[in-house]
């Protein structure tokens, strides 16, 4: 495990300001674009952070657990009264996993980073405040309040809408290629040895000048409110962001909550989604996934007693939820080594999924499909990071999947990313996407 600055053997200090405003996102008028970013506009809650007070990472898959167990152990002196409902303070994520293709594009990002941001500015349903954090020690306190005061003194009321002007984006994309491997996926379902398997494809895109990453989280918020739009800054400017509708797991205490999403649809054709065959069975295996793997970590798991439509601006999905009371002495960090990833982004059975994926996907995948989110003291909130992007300067890839059973087929399956992809492009472009 690398870590700029080791959790077990630090210490922070940190403070709270109360702040009328309504946008944390509004800070990047002149605090600059921020290092992290969270946000799920129906709930309420906001969060934007800058800089970084320390940062956790891990350069071997081995030390995930360490790392996320690390983050819940995290040791923080109050100067002054602690704030409620703080979301992190740790925000960062995972890689999916193994990858038979490296991308040298994903480095800045690592296996995993998790940072601590120097001031978080976060807002719930019962206010907003700035918390600023510093390492314990000599002038530590002092720079805590120069922080409050300087967010405090200069941080907009207003709320920060997208302003740029629409831009024709140049779209490139394989088809070929994806149904090359959809076919191998389909010819290995064939045969037994999967029964599914979640493919996925690059499709990148470019602008006439740097993408204003700002502009691209406003619209992403704006018009995907039962999202989660994320954003991560590496120190390199890779920014890795989206919007995703689904969650990984949402830890409070002893009490989880999380979800099976799995099976789409386009919103003319959601009243048949129900029915439709190969959505229920791809839905279902996702459903029985996560009833195996919750129950040796709670005392009680229970579940919708049938899926509902979870109908966003594109696409509509199948979703069962799930809520469960944790076993004494389970933390987040191993409910995430039990989940991720689930047959809704790898595949079933996982461990045949996951090395056809390494073996016939042809994508480094990076971050897209993993966790992402926030750790704190016996909490967390990470969602699967879909609907996504990675974006420096006027570039982008952006990554869509789909999930392949018996009965899937190249066209539909195509069509299906097409789909998915429109809320990032729509969001990087500013308008309405004309495909030729």
Not at 26 to 50: H, I, N, S
Request: charged share 25%; net charge neutral.
């Amino acid at each position: 495990m690398k870590t700029h600055t080791p959790v077990e053997s630090q210490r922070w200090v940190a403070g709270m300001t109360p702040l009328a405003v309504v946008d944390p996102l509004a800070g990047a008028d002149v605090l600059g674009v921020p290092t992290v970013y969270w946000e799920r506009p129906l709930a309420q809650d906001a969060a934007a952070g800058w800089g970084e007070a320390a940062v956790v990472e891990a350069q071997d898959a081995s030390d995930i657990p360490d790392v996320l167990a690390s983050l819940g152990r995290v040791q923080v002196r109050w100067l002054g009264e602690a704030p409620e409902s703080m979301p992190g303070p740790w925000f960062g994520g995972i890689r999916f996993g193994d990858s038979g293709t490296v991308d040298t594009a994903w480095a800045s990002h690592g296996v995993t980073r998790w940072t601590l941001p120097e001031v978080l500015v976060f807002r719930t349903a019962r206010g907003a405040c700035v918390v600023a954090f510093a390492q314990e020690g000599r002038g530590g306190e002092d720079l805590v309040r120069s922080r409050l005061e300087r967010v405090r003194a200069c941080f907009p009321e207003s709320y920060r809408h997208a302003r740029g002007e629409p831009v024709a984006l140049e779209l490139r994309a394989s088809r070929l290629d994806f149904e090359v491997r959809v076919q191998r996926a389909l010819d290995a379902i064939a045969s037994g040895h999967l029964q599914k398997v979640v493919l996925a494809r690059p499709l990148d895109a470019e602008g006439p000048a740097p993408f204003d990453v700002v502009d691209v989280l406003a619209r992403l918020r704006e018009q995907n409110p039962r999202c989660a739009t994320f954003l991560f800054r590496a120190p390199d400017d890779t920014c890795f962001l989206g919007a995703t509708p689904e969650t990984l797991c949402r830890v409070d205490g002893q009490v989880l909550e999380t979800e099976a999403l799995a099976g789409t649809a386009a919103p003319g054709q959601a009243d048949g989604l129900r029915g439709h065959d190969k959505n229920v069975r791809e839905h279902a295996s996702v459903v029985r996934y996560l009833v195996t793997a919750l129950t040796p970590l709670a005392e009680q798991v229970s579940s919708d007693a049938e899926p509902a439509l979870l109908a966003l601006k594109n696409v509509v999905h199948l979703r069962t939820g799930f809520r469960a009371e944790l076993r004494p002495g389970v933390t987040p960090a191993q409910v995430v080594e039990a989940l991720h990833p689930t047959p809704a982004v790898g595949g079933t059975p996982r461990e045949r999924a996951l090395s056809f994926l390494v073996e016939h996907e042809g994508l480094d995948r990076g971050w897209y499909a993993g966790p992402v989110g926030w750790v704190g003291p016996g909490r967390a909130h990470l969602m699967v990071a879909l609907r996504s992007a990675r974006v420096k300067g006027a570039k982008a890839r952006l990554f869509v999947g789909v999930g392949l059973v018996a009965g899937s087929n190249a066209d539909s399956e195509w069509r299906e990313t097409e789909m998915k992809s429109l809320a990032m492009l729509r969001a990087l472009g500013g308008g309405d996407v004309v495909r030729r």
